[in-house]
């Protein structure tokens, strides 16, 4: 089945302590892209990756790292998590984004609340 | 910077009514995207309408788009309680990134 996986899907921690949420998709997409949803702010872009080892910044970078090693993982790292950065987390990829005709796959999402 | 936005943020109807909902956008765009996510789930892909196109159905979902006026339609017809879910209307940034941006979605609530 095809799908975006995120790991782990909820997430109680404290601040400063480093944090990754992993990502995963077996569709072999190269486009990958990380969001966070507030309430009343809709969903903001985070990072997001054209492919392989192309990563870049969204909206709201700040705070968080990813990297994309291999086509299908592209994890969020966290490296010193504060109380700001509780939100509900989406990862999602796409066959490609330059086009932008791709519809974009999403996870289940991953709820953080850092304490 | 939001480029599409929804409206309205909140639609409450009877199962078996019509459903609209509404996205207008600021710039040129070549295509337009809907998403459905269900309480505490994902964004789920609906349907995505090209710029040359005015009209297009997906089962009980039509879309319209009319690029002069910058905005978007989205009607669920014969609506059922499993509909009950937030709406968003996605269009593509024009910057390097290519992204997708999203709207801050409609509330639509479905009554049994």
């Known amino acids: 089945e095809a799908q975006v996986t995120q790991n782990p899907r909820y997430l109680i921690t404290v601040t400063g302590k480093k944090l990754t949420v992993t990502c995963s998709q077996n569709m072999n997409h190269e486009y990958m892209s990380w969001y966070r949803q507030d309430p009343g702010l809709g969903l903001r872009q985070i990072y997001y990756?054209?492919?392989?080892?192309?990563?870049d910044k969204g909206d709201v970078p700040e705070g968080y790292k990813v990297s994309r090693k291999e086509k299908r993982n592209f994890p969020l790292i966290l490296e010193s998590p504060s109380p700001n950065q509780t939100s509900l987390y989406f990862c999602?990829?796409?066959?490609?984004?330059?086009?932008?005709?791709?519809?974009?796959?999403f996870g289940d999402g991953t709820r953080l609340s850092i304490l | 910077s939001q480029q599409g936005e929804e409206d309205p943020q909140a639609l409450s109807i009877q199962e078996g009514e019509n459903a609209t909902m509404n996205c207008s956008y600021k710039?040129?765009?070549?295509?337009l995207q809907w998403y459905r996510q269900n309480s505490g789930r994902g964004l789920v892909h609906l349907i995505l309408?090209?710029?040359?196109?005015r009209e297009k159905h997906s089962g009980r979902l039509r879309v319209t788009l009319d690029t002069s006026k910058k905005s978007s339609s989205l009607l669920i017809t014969a609506s059922r309680a499993a509909d009950t879910a937030s709406y968003f209307c996605a269009t593509p940034y024009t910057g390097a990134n290519s992204k997708l941006t999203f709207g801050k979605g409609i509330t639509l609530s479905v009554r049994p």
């Open positions: 990756s054209m492919n392989v080892e192309v990563t």
């Open positions: 999602a990829s796409s066959l490609r984004q330059g086009m932008n005709n791709q519809p974009q796959h």
């Open positions: 309408i090209r710029s040359n196109e």
């Open positions: 710039t040129s765009i070549n295509n």
